[in-house]
């Protein structure tokens, strides 16, 4: 049997070509930040020329990528960044491919992007759409613990982290991913309802800090909303499988997500929000819309290289939570 | 004992101790005949020196850095513990809070008595207590005698403290007075914490921390934001006055231990 080809992703995209092609997904940021020594691809990086004060996770990807046969690159909706690492692998010799989220967030343009998709790993729209719906079957799982966490407490913030970030990639694993599920429900199977404590959502981009969520449970505060994370599951049950990538908020305007955490804040009883910026990262400007549209009390944290908690983050982390505790 | 925790033989086993374990110092607030008292000593000594062992037995409150390694100590936020402090030492109710410590500085918005927000530095410590030891040393001045002065204009351009030292010798060698100097890293300083202080207007800045016995630093803020810079009698030691005037304080959770 011929070996499947492993496609890099910079972020989420739309899965349903690379199933229907029979093409292993590779998310390069869990990749990067599941190495065993993520730091040393920094390195390797910056080695190559790639500057220091610039995004860690582009570095990470630069060098995760090694042993892909092709990157499929976000270039409008999630980094600029991204544009230039395509380039320079596009100039090292390596396959790449750009994919954009249509700014003006149209049907038309979000098809086209996908029928370049398939053209690009040789199925047709026919064949991915056959594929959309085992693929939201199995995101679905994962937005089903994704409800045991926030009504129930009943999968640990870690676990349900991992499970809805995995959704990117289904862990390059399709097949087995159900597999990786069940065994998060099963390990979590005994867990009792803990503690209510201080809920929080955590919005913005995945964390490079390692340990966050555990170090949020150990300051006592519960969190029962991961915004981004849970967006690579496509929560919206609208429309079809392509209008999914129309109603996924994060590669969109700020004012779509603005309108999800709000919701979700109300849903989710939410006493207060941590919005993670990465270093150097255009989205630490959305701060200021978020703090303008939210009312709800945010505490920005910030991460550059990965690797567990630092003690300055954990002080303000647990002063934010005892600030909420006190009731402000 | 050692001279810095001699204190601790007047006090009762038992007996309420607030410790603010710092990046640099370690101070301590106790009631001592009905009035507060104080203590400070290096951090460094402290906690290597293994004397956060003779604290065991007394009702330690702790907060900063060092919050977690004092036993039987129950660590409170650090935000909570100089608000208290200040809440405790001023009287006042409304203020904005600036603490600048060895190597970070706060920012607390209190209104009624009450945390409304606050900001804390994050990835540099530019500005704050550690920056000053190292210009002063490079001036060849003392903390007390650098922190007298008062900058009114921007001549230093960094905003880094490594670049800060290099520049500081690029201007030495230009012919630049000491004193020109001095208040050029003072107002280094007051540029660096001006934007949080304006996140919070209000007409009252209470400034404490360290960093606070720079009457000339205050006195720029002041100035320059045309507020008033109050400065409590023993403001190093807010953390520690707070912690000891705590209340409802819970044990160290097991995952925090």
């Known amino acids: ?328 | 004992m050692i001279p810095e925790l001699s204190f601790l033989e007047e006090m009762e086993m038992g007996q309420k101790l607030g410790v603010d374990a710092g990046s640099t110092s370690t101070k301590f607030a106790f009631l001592k005949d009905g009035r507060i008292s104080t203590s400070i000593m290096d951090t460094s000594r402290f906690l290597y020196g293994k004397m956060a062992e003779c604290l065991v037995g007394f009702d330690v409150v702790s907060t900063g850095y060092g919050r977690k390694r004092i036993p039987s100590a129950r660590p409170i936020p650090e935000i909570r513990a100089h608000t208290l402090g200040v809440l405790k030492s001023t009287g006042l109710e409304d203020f904005t809070l600036l603490d600048i410590g060895g190597q970070d500085f706060k920012v607390v918005r209190v209104e009624k008595k009450g945390i409304r927000d606050f900001h804390m530095n994050d990835k540099c410590a530019a500005g704050t207590g550690r920056f000053l030891e190292k210009m002063s040393a490079m001036l060849g001045m003392s903390m007390a005698e650098l922190g007298s002065f008062r900058g009114n204009e921007k001549i230093l351009e960094s905003v880094c403290s490594v670049f800060t030292e290099t520049e500081l010798i690029s201007l030495m060698v230009e012919g630049a007075t000491r004193e020109r100097l001095a208040e050029g890293v003072i107002f280094s300083v007051y540029e660096r914490v001006r934007p949080l202080l304006r996140m919070f207007p209000c007409d009252t800045i209470v400034f404490t921390g360290g960093v606070s016995r720079c009457s000339g630093l205050a006195m720029t803020i002041s100035v320059g934001l045309s507020v008033d810079v109050m400065v409590p009698e023993r403001s190093q030691f807010m953390g520690a006055i707070g912690a000891l005037s705590a209340r409802n304080v819970k044990n160290p959770s097991k995952a925090l231990s």
């Open chain 1, 1 to 328: 049997m011929a070996r499947k080809r492993r496609i890099g992703i910079s972020t989420t995209i739309p899965l349903e070509p690379l199933l229907a092609a029979s093409a292993v997904p590779v998310d390069l940021n869990n990749r990067f930040i599941g190495s065993e020594n993520p730091i040393q691809l920094i390195e390797e990086a910056q080695v190559r020329g790639f500057p220091r004060n610039i995004c860690t996770w582009i570095k990470g990807l630069y060098s995760a990528s090694a042993d892909v046969d092709l990157v499929i690159g976000v270039v409008r909706g999630d980094c600029s960044n991204t544009q230039s690492l395509l380039e320079t692998l596009e100039s090292e010799g390596r396959p790449v491919h750009p994919f954009s989220y249509p700014y003006d967030r149209s049907r038309e343009a979000i098809v086209d992007e996908i029928e370049g998709l398939c053209g690009l790993l040789g199925c047709t729209m026919d064949e991915a759409e056959q594929a959309s719906g085992r693929l939201q079957e199995l995101r679905n799982i994962a937005l089903s613990i994704d409800e045991r966490r926030w009504r129930e407490l009943s999968v640990s913030a870690e676990d349900c982290h991992l499970a809805l970030v995995s959704t990117s990639d289904l862990c390059s694993d399709a097949e087995g991913w159900e597999g990786r599920m069940s065994s998060i429900l099963e390990k979590n199977k005994d867990t009792s309802s803990q503690d209510e404590g201080v809920r929080l959502g955590y919005i913005g981009v995945p964390p490079i800090i390692t340990d966050i969520f555990p170090r949020i449970e150990g300051s006592g505060a519960r969190t029962v909303l991961f915004e981004v994370q849970r967006q690579f599951a496509m929560p919206s049950k609208r429309g079809d499988w392509i209008g999914r990538y129309l109603d996924y908020t994060y590669p969109y305007d700020i004012s779509g997500r603005v309108e999800d955490i709000r919701t979700e804040v109300k849903r989710r009883r939410i006493d207060g929000l941590l919005h993670y910026v990465q270093s150097f990262c255009h989205r630490q400007i959305d701060d200021i819309i978020f703090r303008r549209e939210l009312d709800v009390p945010i505490l920005t944290l910030e991460g550059n290289l990965p690797g567990p908690m630092d003690e300055r983050t954990l002080i303000r982390l647990e002063s934010f939570i005892d600030v909420l505790e006190e009731g402000g």
